[in-house]
């Protein structure tokens, strides 16, 4: 965990990251799912771990693969042990339980010029210190057909055209977004989230109903830049799902990363010992 304090050593903030040892290698396909209930809205990853020059004495017990649909661990897969086994290889060719809904393509918007009105702004206010951004309304996008436009998958990029650095440069702006009403939510929660928050949900990107425009409406802080974001749900039992306002369509590109966590019999720590990436955009039936 990385961890900056300031200069009163207080916690600024936290970040997780991964460190691994490439001592195996990681195949990985995405296909339809098999399931023909689902064969139209979900993603299927299958995955083989190569392991020539290592012995690993116990797969079942010391693999621990865990997968990731766009590096959001808010809906990782984990508990998967090896179905067969050839040679030096382990063969992960589950369906079901390795099945992520495919979602939508992410909606975006970009503040580079943060005076401008762009494709995604409708409108740019200066406030009292800093300035408003104003997305167009969203609208839900469940039961319409799939509309391919490019995306980067969840992630964001700081970025201004006003100054030489965007590091230091990049202005911060109250970013207002507002999604259309929907019906049958059922007492469901609405957050908005990416690469951009880690992919949280919490009060800070919780959309809330404002009686008077009938709108689902929250205000992000935000630094200059691109931006892919999404709309989720949650339930009262903790399920997230994003499909009930975006929808889901298997030709969704999305990338995949299977990281394979190693417990050697008798040690008193795990380690990664290989990382597998796969994208959607080339899937298979």
Same mark, same amino acid.
């Given at each position: 965990?990385?961890?900056?304090?300031?200069?009163?050593?207080?916690?600024?903030?936290?970040?997780?990251?991964?460190?691994?040892?490439?001592?195996?290698?990681?195949?990985?396909?995405?296909?339809?799912?098999?399931?023909?209930?689902?064969?139209?809205?979900?993603?299927?990853?299958?995955?083989?771990?190569?392991?020539?020059?290592?012995?690993?004495?116990?797969?079942?017990?010391?693999?621990?693969?865990?997968?990731?649909?766009?590096?959001?661990?808010?809906?990782?897969?984990?508990?998967?042990?090896?179905?067969?086994?050839?040679?030096?290889?382990?063969?992960?060719?589950?369906?079901?339980?390795?099945?992520?809904?495919?979602?939508?393509?992410?909606?975006?918007?970009?503040?580079?010029?943060?005076?401008?009105?762009?494709?995604?702004?409708?409108?740019?206010?200066?406030?009292?210190?800093?300035?408003?951004?104003?997305?167009?309304?969203?609208?839900?996008?469940?039961?319409?057909?799939?509309?391919?436009?490019?995306?980067? !998958? +969840?992630?964001?990029?700081?970025?201004? %055209?006003? $100054?030489?650095?965007?590091? #230091? &440069?990049? *202005? =911060?702006?109250?970013?207002?977004?507002?999604?259309?009403?929907?019906?049958?939510?059922?007492?469901?929660?609405?957050?908005?989230?990416?690469?951009?928050?880690?992919?949280?949900?919490?009060?800070?990107?919780?959309?809330?109903?404002?009686?008077?425009?009938?709108?689902?409406?929250?205000?992000?802080?935000?630094?200059?830049?691109?931006?892919?974001?999404?709309?989720?749900?949650?339930?009262? !039992? +903790?399920?997230?799902?994003?499909?009930? %306002?975006? $929808?889901?369509?298997?030709? #969704? &590109?999305? *990338? =995949?990363?299977?990281?394979?966590?190693?417990?050697?019999?008798?040690?008193?720590?795990?380690?990664?010992?290989?990382?597998?990436?796969?994208?959607?955009?080339?899937?298979?039936?």
């Amino acid at each position: 965990m990385l961890s900056v304090l300031n200069e009163d050593e207080e916690l600024v903030f936290k970040r997780h990251f991964v460190v691994y040892e490439p001592k195996v290698t990681v195949g990985v396909a995405v296909y339809k799912s098999r399931d023909i209930s689902t064969i139209s809205t979900k993603q299927s990853v299958e995955f083989i771990i190569n392991h020539p020059n290592y012995r690993i004495n116990n797969p079942s017990e010391e693999i621990k693969p865990v997968l990731l649909q766009n590096n959001n661990w808010q809906t990782a897969i984990k508990g998967l042990k090896p179905q067969f086994y050839r040679g030096t290889q382990l063969l992960y060719k589950y369906n079901k339980e390795t099945s992520f809904w495919a979602g939508n393509e992410f909606l975006y918007f970009d503040s580079k010029d943060i005076r401008s009105s762009t494709l995604n702004i409708a409108n740019v206010e200066l406030g009292n210190d800093l300035y408003n951004t104003y997305l167009y309304i969203n609208e839900e996008r469940k039961g319409l057909p799939y509309t391919l436009f490019p995306d980067i !998958n +969840g992630n964001f990029i700081i970025r201004t %055209i006003n $100054g030489e650095d965007s590091k #230091t &440069e990049a *202005d =911060y702006s109250w970013v207002h977004f507002s999604l259309k009403r929907l019906n049958n939510l059922n007492e469901k929660d609405i957050y908005i989230h990416g690469a951009f928050n880690n992919w949280q949900l919490n009060n800070t990107n919780k959309l809330h109903y404002n009686e008077d425009t009938g709108l689902y409406e929250t205000t992000i802080l935000l630094k200059q830049g691109f931006y892919n974001y999404q709309y989720v749900t949650k339930s009262k !039992n +903790g399920k997230i799902s994003n499909h009930n %306002i975006d $929808g889901s369509h298997y030709q #969704t &590109e999305n *990338d =995949y990363t299977v990281l394979i966590y190693y417990t050697k019999f008798g040690s008193r720590y795990t380690q990664v010992i290989g990382v597998g990436f796969g994208n959607s955009e080339k899937i298979n039936n």
